[in-house]
């Protein structure tokens, strides 16, 4: 339990150490950010060029991998420095844009959502921390699940939150539970308490390692919180994400 209680508090001092070299470099990274912007535009342009030979557009696409992963690291990391203030935030009206960005993903892997949305008030958070969280959720289950025959089911309900669960209790606080269950592979039991380290991934070189500890440390920010359950299994795989937001910050 001490063992415990002394790694929990070394990662908040590394997150808090981490946050502060993000803080004061935030402004160089936002520059960096757009100078890689206009280097995959101009890749981009160049790929569609014609009479170009099979190499060079071989080497074209391993720039834009390349680039693309280094524009995740600054867009991950920029998210989890930046701060708004709290304001109304309708948490489908979120959600369903979030699913309008990855609409043309959707489509072409041809991937059913249902969504069960039984929690329609506002509450009070950093809209774009928001955004974030619910971004790399959906990114997460929709990279994992097959064409066709996936699923991911969007589910949103009232909840108490304590330190026992989902309680109904005075002192508990009030608020709202995300659920993000989709019906792909699932997530290898020795990699369920990695995946929320930073860097890593399990993505094969696709992924920077960062959009699950930044998630979480998102949810921490908007006092709320993150939970994981998977299942490999052959017969019945999948993996559910649970966010809670509380209603207020105060």
């Known amino acids: 339990m001490l063992r415990q209680k002394q790694k929990r508090q070394f990662r908040d001092e590394e997150v808090r150490a981490l946050a ?15 100078a890689l912007q206009g280097i995959a535009n101009a890749l981009f342009l160049l790929d569609n060029e014609k009479g170009l030979n099979v190499r060079t557009r071989e080497r074209i696409g391993d720039a834009r991998r390349e680039l693309a992963r280094a524009l995740e690291v600054s867009r991950e990391t920029l998210a989890l420095v930046r701060e708004e203030n709290a304001v109304p935030v309708r948490i489908t009206e979120v959600l369903e844009d979030v699913l309008s960005t990855y609409a043309a993903k ?27 969280v619910f971004s790399n959720i959906v990114l997460n289950a929709l990279e994992s699940l097959p064409r066709r025959a996936g699923r991911l089911t969007i589910h949103t309900r009232a909840c108490h939150v304590g330190e026992e669960g989902d309680v109904r209790r005075a002192n508990t606080v009030r608020g709202v539970r995300i659920l993000f269950a989709d019906n792909g592979p699932g997530i290898p039991r020795q990699n369920r308490l990695k995946i929320f380290d930073p860097l890593f991934s399990t993505k ?43 209603i207020s910050q105060n």
């Open 20 to 34: 502060e070299v993000g803080l004061f470099s935030a402004g160089i990274i936002h520059e960096v950010k757009n």
């Open 106 to 132: 959707i489509d072409f892997k041809q991937i059913a959502i249902d969504r069960r949305y039984e929690f329609h008030e506002t509450i009070h958070a950093d809209p774009g921390a928001v955004r974030q």
């Open 204 to 246: 094969k070189g696709k992924g920077s390692g960062l959009g699950l500890w930044v998630t979480e440390q998102l949810l921490r920010k908007q006092h709320g919180g993150l939970r994981l359950r998977s299942s490999d299994s052959p017969r019945s795989s999948g993996t559910c994400f649970s966010v809670f937001l509380p």
